[in-house]
Each structure stands twice: as C-alpha cells, then as structure tokens.
C-alpha cells in the first residue's frame, strides 16, 4: 500500500474517523490493527518477522529493566543484537554474500555448486529492526524504562506512517506519544495536510517524472556522452531528494493528523558545505543512530586522529552496507567515510563559511562531491561505476543532449521546490509560508496542487528507499 496510491487515501479515509471517535487506549489498539493490515497489504508472510521482533525486544527489555546483574543484562541485550542482526543477515545479506563467495571461489578455480536460496526482502526491515534494537540499547543503558504494556510497544515498532522508510524513531521520544492522550488540534491538522501535499508533490510530481530523465542513462551508461552523465547524475540528486524526503513529509504529515509528532529527517541538505553538514541535513535518524549506537562505542572522537577516521570510515562503511546488498552501496559507504575523514584531516574543527558569496561557492563545491556520492549509490553494479567515472574524465562531452527530457511536472515543479527550499534557508524555519497572506498562501498551494495532478497520470510508483 503506497503512500501515494488510491488505496491508501481510502485506508486514511476509513481510519481517521474511527480513530477520532475512540478514546486513547482504542486509539492504540486501532493504530496497532491498522499498522498489521499496512504492513501485511505488501505480504501477510511476512507480519511474522516484525512480531518476531517485537517480541525478542519486548521480553528483552522487560529482562533487562529486571536484573541488577551487569553480566546478565549485557548477555540480555547481547540477544536483542544478535536476533535484529540474525534477521537483516538472513533476508538481506544472505545471497549477496553467498553470490559474492561463489565469484570469489570462481576467480581461483574452483566451482561453487550450491543454489543461492531466493529470499525476498522483507519491506521496512532494515527500519524496524533498527528500531527495535535501539530501545533494547537504551533500557541496557538504563536511558529508559522499560515498556509494560505489550501492545503500546508493538505499536512503536509497527506505527504505518514510519514503518516502511522511517524515521527512525527512538523509544524515548515516541513512547510517552503513545502512552500519553493525544489531542490533534487544529493548527497540527492543518500542518499534517500541508506535509502530506507537500511530500507528494515532491514525490508525485518530481521524483517520478525525474525517473524517466534517469533510469536510461544509468542502465546503458555507455551510450552517453559526458553532459548526459552529469545531468543525469544531478537530476538522480534531486530524484532521491524528492522521493525520500517525500515519503518523511507524508510520514509526519499522517502522524500529525493523529497527534502524533515524528522526527525531522530532512533539514535542507543540499546547501550544506561540507560532509558533516551533509550528514546533519541528510537522513537525520540513520545518521545520529550510527553516531550514538556505533560511532560514539567505536571510540568517537576521543582518541587521535588516526583512530576518529577510523572509526568514522567503519561507521560509514557499514552505513552504506545497511543501504543495501550490493556492492555499490559499499563503495558508496567508503566514499562517505573517506571524504568525512579528508574533511577532518584538512579542515579539522573549524565552523564552516558563514560569508554570503563565498558560502554559496562553498555549497555548489560540495554539491558535485555529493553527486559524485550518487552516481556510487544508483550505479548498478561495479562495472557500471568504472564506466561511468571514466566517461566523467575522459569521455566525449557530446555535441547533443541524448538522453530523454524530463517530464513538463519536473520543468515546472524543480524550480519551485527550489524557490521554497530557499525561502525556508533564508527564513530558518519550514513555517516560512504561514506568515504570507492567506490569498498568497492560497495561490501557493494551488501551484503545488497544479503540478501534482500533472505528474499524476502513471501508476503509483514505488518509493526508492522501500528497497532497503
């Protein structure tokens, strides 16, 4: 069930007044029945798996919260590690690292004859059990109580708006929204609206109409020539803006309307200057979550410098090996650690550029390192990346644009993305628009609707990160 789909407006439409007219411990139960029934619209199968860990984590921070013995509750969330991990290992990992061995053994001569087993992934996994873990890390580290009820802690894994792409929500900030009365006032309703409208109209309008300019060119890079590979390379940068921050605004968006109030995954990150600003901006809830639950245990910046890049390059190696199965998204990985540790070799500590010319001269530099990170991320394999690069460096630039234009959505929709993404830089809030006049607020929104419905006429097109 798609955010962006017909059946998922009905779903909304069916939901949201039962919900109104519940009181708070029915609201849970309904939010817990209509999350199962999300989730199981895409396989029913594989409701198994989130209750599985649901259940290990449950029983695992309630054993924990328990026991007063240091080695019992380090071996309590030792399970909890062990289990989340067993469970991304198996659905996400397996062939891959199976498939990878086999080449390997195939490189020196002998002939791997086993068949891969054809696992499918799981949607959501690599969220939910994140998720899951990080409250059984926090109970360990006595940040948190342990959750009694079982049903409200279901509801945290399982609540529909996060479930499949996040945010990443910790137990300490989204627990109390659920075991606490929540009442939507009207203003969050209004705010839920525009966030809903908002990320389709980046997803709908852009990211889908984008995805025709893009797929051909990374299929067959060979038969471009270099421009077409940059202006690929930087509609795929705004195409995975659009659908990821998107599918969060709608996700925020939908909770709002019920009360509740997810975490900003997405804060402007293509005016950062550097790959820590970047990582500030960009998927906020994965990066604080390698930050607190890997970095931060790996040493941090504690000790030399050596040891911080290491431990950065570790972090970011395996971030990139949560995004997916495959071998791009570790080079992917090892580029985001190789420039994060350049940047605190070269620049150390020192506060980014504040000066108005120069910090946008900054920010255009360090979009190309950003989009050269892209082209690593959707490349479809590791030969693909070589060709591309090598056609980047040393390919014809090409006297005609081959690859196709993009849709009329995108011509009109990009440029007023980027006309309100700049207004909220400047005015350093997302509210930017509440203080326009009703009539220009209407005019605004009407604009968006516009656009919307132009990029409407395609089936519902799946969000990129439900892959991961």
């Known amino acids: 069930m798609l955010f962006n789909s017909l059946d998922f407006a009905l779903f909304i439409a069916i939901l949201l007044p039962l919900y109104y007219v519940c009181r708070h411990r029915q609201q849970n139960r309904l939010l817990l029945v209509a999350s199962y029934i999300f989730y199981g619209s895409w396989d029913w199968r594989f409701l198994s798996l989130i209750l599985l860990s649901t259940v290990i984590d449950y029983t695992v921070g309630r054993a924990i919260q328990r026991s007063d013995s240091a080695a019992r509750r380090k071996s309590l969330v030792a399970v909890s590690i062990f289990s989340n991990l067993s469970l991304l290992g198996v659905f996400k990992y397996f062939n891959f690292f199976a498939d990878s061995f086999a080449v390997i053994l195939g490189s020196i001569g002998f002939e791997a004859d086993w068949t891969t087993l054809n696992i499918v992934l799981p949607v959501g996994i690599s969220f939910y059990t994140f998720q899951t873990m990080s409250y059984a890390i926090d109970v360990y580290r006595r940040d948190l109580d342990a959750v009694d009820d079982f049903f409200d802690f279901a509801l945290y894994v399982a609540f529909f708006p996060q479930l499949v792409a996040g945010p990443i929500e910790r137990a300490k900030q989204f627990m109390p929204q659920i075991t606490q009365p929540r009442s939507p006032s009207l203003d969050a309703f209004s705010r839920g609206l525009f966030l809903i409208l908002f990320g389709l109209f980046k997803k709908v309008a852009i990211a889908d109409g984008l995805a025709y300019t893009v797929d051909p060119v990374f299929e067959s890079p060979e038969q471009f020539a270099r421009v077409d590979l940059l202006l690929a390379t ?159 460096l040393f390919g014809p630039m090409g006297t005609e644009l081959l690859l196709p234009t993009p849709e009329l959505s995108v011509l009109i929709g990009l440029p007023l993305l980027l006309m309100m993404d700049w207004l909220q830089y400047l005015k350093g809030t997302s509210h930017w628009y509440r203080k326009w006049p009703e009539p220009l607020q209407g005019i605004l929104f009407a604009l968006m609707i516009v656009v919307l419905l132009m990029g409407m006429g395609k089936a519902p097109a799946q969000f990129i990160y439900f892959q991961f």
């Open 234 to 392: 930087y509609c795929f940068a705004f195409q995975i803006y659009c659908d990821f921050s998107g599918y969060t605004d709608i996700a925020r968006g939908v909770a709002k309307l019920m009360g509740f109030n997810l975490s900003l995954n997405f804060n402007l990150p293509y005016v950062s200057q550097n790959p820590q600003e970047f990582w500030r901006r960009w998927h906020i809830s994965l990066s604080t979550w390698l930050r607190d639950y890997l970095y931060i245990p790996l040493g941090g910046s504690r000790g030399s410098l050596v040891r911080t890049n290491i431990n950065l390059s570790i972090t970011m190696f395996l971030g990139g090996l949560w995004h997916g199965a495959a071998w791009n998204f570790v080079v992917w990985g090892v580029y985001q650690g190789a420039i994060l540790a350049i940047h605190r070799l070269v620049v150390g500590r020192r506060a980014a550029v504040s000066h108005g010319l120069l910090r946008i001269v900054w920010i255009g530099l360090f979009f190309q390192v950003i989009c050269y990170g892209w082209l690593l991320f959707r490349a479809n394999s590791l030969a693909s990346i070589v060709t591309m690069t090598r056609i980047l």
